[in-house]
């Protein structure tokens, strides 16, 4: 990489025709491109996350134990130091100040979440206002 910086400088590079043989295109991205599966790790989701925000944005379900599932737009998350290993992929192992999900492989603390139908908030402001339990369960 260097030393293509350095021959742009110089301007002494020679281009490269690409190979068309060899070019793809990428699939347009869809909104169920968005929908978290909880199996995968969470570096995984994290990347999926970060790679689908603004459009068409991750999301997952949280199954209330009273009333319809929730949609929740995930907004920013990070892997999380957990030391419960034997919960299944998808379930609440934090929910005081954090939000921590485990994963397939790993935990995920979710930073800033945007329930369907409201704004952007952090997990903190989502936990007060909404009852999650450790043990409820996000699809």
Do not use: C
């Not at 260097?2 to 699939?27: C, M, N, R, Y």
């Not at 997952?60 to 999380?80: C, F, H, K, N, S």
């Not at 609440?92 to 952007?120: C, H, M, W, Y």
């Amino acid at each position: 990489m260097l030393q293509v910086v350095d021959q742009i400088a110089a301007g002494t590079i020679q281009p490269i025709e690409q190979d068309k043989s060899q070019a793809t295109k990428a699939p347009r991205l869809a909104k169920e491109h968005g929908q978290v599966n909880w199996s995968r790790s969470a570096q995984e989701i994290k990347n999926q996350v970060r790679a689908l925000h603004p459009w068409p944005r991750a999301y997952t379900d949280w199954r209330r134990a009273v009333g319809e599932p929730l949609r929740l737009i995930l907004d920013r998350v990070q892997i999380a130091e957990e030391t419960d290993s034997a919960s299944s992929p998808g379930t609440v192992v934090s929910a005081d100040q954090k939000l921590v999900i485990a994963t397939g492989n790993g935990f995920l603390s979710l930073e800033q979440i945007q329930p369907a139908g409201k704004r952007v908030m952090s997990a903190a402001d989502f936990l007060r206002g909404y009852q999650v339990r450790v043990g409820d369960v996000l699809k």
